[in-house]
């Protein structure tokens, strides 16, 4: 059995820059970190400097994750991607290329709720969550990030 029958398959989009995106399935191994699942994150964040994308006509593309701006995909229902003891901030985000993100990141810092302290400790991808999938955003590629209005208001 190849390895590439090992692993679970989860469909994304892989941005590369605004005008180039990648449709396909991750490879994600069975079992993460931790005894769970592994998340694209979990993916996004190994030290492997590559990932692989089967594409729509079973081509693979093995993709350098530095040159990654994004990655989305949609949670499956029993992925709890909102954590009820972390503190939730919506943010706008903007990457050097000009594309923006708006969603909400999850902090779970002890005694550390503010959205700066999770992007310095944050591998090199950090989830964002929008209303219908998880962006998986490139840290270095972030210009700036705003947290809004409604972040301020002290939602939990």
């Known amino acids: 059995?190849?390895?590439?029958?090992?692993?679970?398959?989860?469909?994304a989009e892989v941005?590369?820059?605004?005008?180039?995106?990648?449709?396909?399935e991750l490879h994600l191994q069975p079992v993460g970190?931790?005894?769970?699942?592994?998340q694209p994150l979990d993916l996004l964040n190994r030290p492997e400097g590559f990932l692989a994308l089967t594409l729509k006509d079973?081509?693979?593309?093995?993709?350098?994750?530095?040159?990654?701006?994004?990655?989305?995909?949609e949670p499956a229902p029993a992925e709890a991607w909102e954590r009820p003891l972390?503190?939730?901030h919506t943010v706008r985000v903007k990457m050097v290329d000009g594309q923006e993100f708006k969603g909400q990141i999850y902090v779970e810092l002890p005694g550390s709720p503010r959205p700066i302290d999770f992007l310095n400790v944050a591998g090199p991808f950090f989830s964002l969550s929008a209303p219908e999938r998880v962006w998986c955003l490139n840290r270095h590629r972030v210009?700036?990030?705003?947290?809004?209005?409604?972040s301020l208001r002290g939602s939990a």
Do not use: N, Y
Request: charged share 30%; aromatic share 6%; no cysteine.
């Open 143 to 150: 210009l700036w990030v705003q947290p809004l209005e409604e």
């Open 58 to 73: 079973s081509a693979v593309r093995l993709v350098s994750k530095e040159q990654v701006t994004a990655v989305a995909f």
């Open 15 to 24: 941005v590369i820059r605004v005008d180039e995106r990648l449709v396909g």
């Open 1 to 11: 059995m190849s390895d590439w029958a090992r692993t679970r398959r989860v469909a």
């Open 33 to 38: 970190g931790e005894g769970t699942v592994e």
């Open 86 to 88: 972390a503190q939730r």
